[in-house]
């Protein structure tokens, strides 16, 4: 029994292998850019668009990143931010979920 279960194994193992590589190359982590804000001395550009991350790993990275607390200047996804954002904020337009903060 405990052969033939070592012959599925190397059977799979292709399959196994395969999958294992296209779910690892799926998830992305969460990138953090330095970016310039006329009304922060410190601010960040923090994108979460990959597969299986939200806008809760963008608030992650960010009380990382400014572990003195931080405001929110501006965030995707939401209709109230509308378009004709300027400067930093307008590299938003080109994310699915992230957030540019400012440290305090």
């Known amino acids: 029994m405990r052969m033939g279960a070592m012959a599925a194994l190397r059977a799979n193992w ?3 292998l395969g999958g294992a590589v296209i779910a690892g190359s799926l998830s992305a982590c969460v990138s953090t850019a330095p970016v310039d ?7 960040y550009l923090i994108d979460c668009s990959g597969l299986g991350q939200s806008v809760g790993d963008c608030m992650e990275q960010a009380r990382e990143v400014c572990p003195d607390g931080y ?7 939401a209709d109230k931010w509308g378009s ?3 400067g930093a904020a ?6 699915d979920r992230g957030v540019l903060i400012g440290c305090q």
Do not use: D, N, Y
């Open 84 to 86: 004709g954002r300027e």
């Open 37 to 43: 804000v006329a009304s922060h001395e410190e601010a």
């Open 71 to 77: 405001q929110v200047i501006s965030t995707t996804g």
């Open 14 to 16: 292709g399959k196994l």
């Open 90 to 95: 307008s590299l938003l337009e080109e994310m």
